[in-house]
């Protein structure tokens, strides 16, 4: 099911070499709904389903004599089902399965995150050249719309899968699930997912992703962690990217990072600039800490098992 | 408007909490949304009428019962209440909290007839 907005068969679609869509969310459905005449007909509620409405179909359920009329064994005429189930519990569930998948395969992955234009393609492009070994890599691109930012990493030689979310603003772990059908990782190898450019709505869609990265360029205001807490509240890094633009800005990176762990005091931080100093090295220097750690938890995880 | 999204999922609970019974129609959804969750109570409300319609749902109320946001300070060792993860604690104004509830997004209740 497409789990994304305006789902009316232009939804969410995973790119497939012939272009393929996942299938669209079917909302129709039937139910009959009886009134007899002259019978009394005491009830009170809100009648919503006008386009569905049979009145006196084939199919005769009659609960219209009101609540003190005919008495239905364990039912009652208007009545509370209580229950308690988390809105985004599906969505953690496939997450869930997507994250057993990824340790099962000992792939440590990705989840890039940030508002349009803050270099998370740059980022990557720049990376995949650095790392070099493009067989153990792989990018699964989230966009509303073009298949652009995978022809882009795709020219380093590492696997490109374009998620095309239509009108949805978010990857879901859906998604997610469905691009990891069409990629091949051996173990020890890596995932990024770069999300959907967007500073809200990533935030809540845990993928089965390792690690978050948010990433925040100088061009923006210091107080993008303040605005946007719930972004900079579950990742575990902040890259600060476009540095070396600083001599040309009156932006305060210790300020930035101030306000980001205001919201999140544990919350690792590297600077990085594709063009000139510092370079990639520090952001570098973390990917690979955290990749050789967790890559070895999952081989001592599967050596256990 | 991940709202849309989260609406949906919302009305897949209703469907399934529903299918089983003997449900005419929903009249309205209990939804317990705290105040630390990434959700915009309005956009969450009109989002819900987009979503309902043609649904068992279609029509019902949303009925939303907000819960503050939880935190404990490393600081004063007190557990507070914030009302968004930038808020400094309110009795020693330490940015040092580490949120310990208030993020939920449930269906507490489905009312039918």
Same mark, same amino acid.
């Given at each position: 099911m497409c789990t994304v907005c305006g789902c009316d068969g232009e939804g969410a679609k995973v790119e497939k070499r012939n272009g393929g869509k996942v299938s669209r969310q079917d909302h129709g459905h039937n139910h009959s709904h009886s009134h007899s005449p002259n019978d009394g007909h005491a009830h009170d509620h809100v009648h919503g389903h006008s386009r569905h409405h049979h009145h006196g179909g084939g199919e005769r359920l009659d609960f219209g004599s009101g609540p003190a009329g005919v008495s239905v064994p364990g039912e009652t005429q208007?009545?509370?089902?209580e229950i308690e189930r988390g809105v985004l519990d599906h969505n953690a569930e496939l997450a869930a399965a997507n994250r057993v998948r990824l340790n099962k395969q000992g792939v440590f992955s990705l989840n890039l995150m940030s508002s349009p234009g803050s270099g998370k393609t740059t980022l990557l492009v720049e990376t995949l050249k650095a790392l070099g070994e493009t067989e153990y890599i792989a990018v699964i691109e989230g966009d509303q719309q073009t298949s652009n930012d995978a022809a882009r990493i795709r020219e380093t030689g590492v696997q490109a899968i374009q998620v095309n979310t239509g009108k949805g603003c978010h990857l879901d772990a859906e998604m997610v699930g469905k691009a990891l059908d069409q990629i091949s990782l051996t173990h020890g190898g890596l995932l990024f997912i770069e999300n959907v450019g967007n500073l809200v709505c990533p935030a809540s869609f845990d993928l089965g992703e390792a690690r978050r990265v @948010?990433?925040?360029? @100088?061009?923006?205001?210091?107080?993008?962690p303040l605005k946007y807490p719930d972004m900079f509240a579950s990742a575990d890094l902040m890259v600060v990217t476009k540095t070396d633009l600083l001599p040309h800005l009156d932006f305060d990176v210790d300020t930035l990072v101030d306000n980001a762990r205001r919201i999140r005091p544990e919350l690792d931080v590297v600077t990085a600039s594709t063009r000139g100093a510092p370079g990639l090295g520090y952001w570098l220097a973390w990917l690979k800490g955290k990749y050789g750690a967790v890559v070895s938890d999952a081989a001592a995880h599967m050596a256990a098992e | 408007m991940h709202e849309l999204a989260l609406a949906q999922s919302v009305v897949r609970i209703v469907e399934q909490e529903t299918a089983q019974r003997q449900v005419n129609a929903v009249t309205a959804v209990v939804l317990e949304v705290g105040a630390l969750s990434c959700v915009d109570?309005?956009?969450l409300d009109f989002s819900f009428s987009a979503a309902t319609d043609g649904t068992i749902a279609a029509g019902a109320k949303l009925k939303?019962?907000?819960t503050a946001g939880a935190a404990h300070c490393f600081d004063c060792d007190e557990d507070v209440k914030v009302m968004s993860r930038a808020d400094a604690c309110p009795n020693c104004g330490s940015h040092k909290l580490m949120v310990t509830g208030g993020d939920e997004l449930n269906v507490k209740a489905v009312e039918v007839n």
């Amino acid at each position: 099911m497409c789990t994304v907005c305006g789902c009316d068969g232009e939804g969410a679609k995973v790119e497939k070499r012939n272009g393929g869509k996942v299938s669209r969310q079917d909302h129709g459905h039937n139910h009959s709904h009886s009134h007899s005449p002259n019978d009394g007909h005491a009830h009170d509620h809100v009648h919503g389903h006008s386009r569905h409405h049979h009145h006196g179909g084939g199919e005769r359920l009659d609960f219209g004599s009101g609540p003190a009329g005919v008495s239905v064994p364990g039912e009652t005429q208007a009545r509370l089902i209580e229950i308690e189930r988390g809105v985004l519990d599906h969505n953690a569930e496939l997450a869930a399965a997507n994250r057993v998948r990824l340790n099962k395969q000992g792939v440590f992955s990705l989840n890039l995150m940030s508002s349009p234009g803050s270099g998370k393609t740059t980022l990557l492009v720049e990376t995949l050249k650095a790392l070099g070994e493009t067989e153990y890599i792989a990018v699964i691109e989230g966009d509303q719309q073009t298949s652009n930012d995978a022809a882009r990493i795709r020219e380093t030689g590492v696997q490109a899968i374009q998620v095309n979310t239509g009108k949805g603003c978010h990857l879901d772990a859906e998604m997610v699930g469905k691009a990891l059908d069409q990629i091949s990782l051996t173990h020890g190898g890596l995932l990024f997912i770069e999300n959907v450019g967007n500073l809200v709505c990533p935030a809540s869609f845990d993928l089965g992703e390792a690690r978050r990265v @948010v990433l925040a360029s @100088v061009t923006e205001g210091e107080d993008k962690p303040l605005k946007y807490p719930d972004m900079f509240a579950s990742a575990d890094l902040m890259v600060v990217t476009k540095t070396d633009l600083l001599p040309h800005l009156d932006f305060d990176v210790d300020t930035l990072v101030d306000n980001a762990r205001r919201i999140r005091p544990e919350l690792d931080v590297v600077t990085a600039s594709t063009r000139g100093a510092p370079g990639l090295g520090y952001w570098l220097a973390w990917l690979k800490g955290k990749y050789g750690a967790v890559v070895s938890d999952a081989a001592a995880h599967m050596a256990a098992e | 408007m991940h709202e849309l999204a989260l609406a949906q999922s919302v009305v897949r609970i209703v469907e399934q909490e529903t299918a089983q019974r003997q449900v005419n129609a929903v009249t309205a959804v209990v939804l317990e949304v705290g105040a630390l969750s990434c959700v915009d109570p309005h956009a969450l409300d009109f989002s819900f009428s987009a979503a309902t319609d043609g649904t068992i749902a279609a029509g019902a109320k949303l009925k939303i019962r907000r819960t503050a946001g939880a935190a404990h300070c490393f600081d004063c060792d007190e557990d507070v209440k914030v009302m968004s993860r930038a808020d400094a604690c309110p009795n020693c104004g330490s940015h040092k909290l580490m949120v310990t509830g208030g993020d939920e997004l449930n269906v507490k209740a489905v009312e039918v007839n």
